[in-house]
């Protein structure tokens, strides 16, 4: 195995200001809350005396707040990327909880018909090949040293079985991307030789709507 280890860490953002408790997925306008923004500065301050070469992130609002401690604590300007984007989904601005959500209604019931692509919104592997692009962008900007890349639980979970051979289709109740929580791929070179994951601001429940 031959090559500089490089090391690229997919960040979920901190938590979101969403009183109305919606699925908002690109919908602009949604902050992190105060304690997203607490949650971010964990990050940065776990991540301090790290060799952090590159900072980049979602366009996303959220993404972008999240980015910004990070990127102050190395001195670094926050690049965006959109391939890092949430993934775009037909619910957006709607509530889809159990039991007092959208999907009691039958007229979106035609959306569900395919949870393997899946058939509300964009496919699992255009998820995963966009975003295994960022990661080698990343890995390029940083190629010996440490990247960051500020993403969404979706993107982040879909890669990450994308990566380990896992069929893409899940149950999102079972996803490990906490808020704020770093999914970290090492390379050697071009090859990926390992997946970490570590949650700094501590575990958050994957059921939570909004979160």
């Known amino acids: ?57 979602s366009p996303l609002q959220r993404a972008q707040q999240t980015a910004v401690p990070i990127g102050a604590t190395f001195q670094l300007d926050v690049a965006t990327d959109a391939r890092l984007i949430e993934a775009d989904n037909r619910f957006e601005g709607l509530k889809v909880s159990v039991g007092d959500g959208a999907l009691r209604s039958p ?23 966009r975003m295994l692009g960022a990661a080698h962008r990343a890995r390029s900007a940083a190629v010996g040293h440490e990247a960051v890349c500020v993403s969404h639980q979706l993107p982040i979970w879909t890669l990450r079985r994308f990566l380990e051979g896992k069929p893409m289709w899940h149950d999102p109740r079972r996803r490990q991307c906490s808020l704020a929580s770093l999914t970290s791929l ?17 575990e958050t429940d994957p059921k939570v709507t909004g979160a």
């Open 186 to 202: 090492v390379f050697r070179g071009e090859e990926l030789v390992r997946i970490a994951y570590v949650e700094p601001a501590g």
């Open 107 to 129: 007229k979106h019931w035609p959306k569900l018909w395919n949870p393997l692509r899946p058939s509300w919104g964009e496919p699992y592997l255009e998820i995963a090949h």
């Open 1 to 57: 195995m031959t090559g500089e280890k490089t090391v690229v860490h997919f960040l979920r953002h901190g938590e979101v200001h969403n009183p109305e408790g919606v699925l908002y997925g690109r919908l602009p306008g949604y902050r992190l809350s105060d304690r997203g923004e607490q949650q971010a500065k964990v990050v940065a301050e776990f991540l301090a005396g790290r060799d952090v070469a590159h900072v980049v992130a």
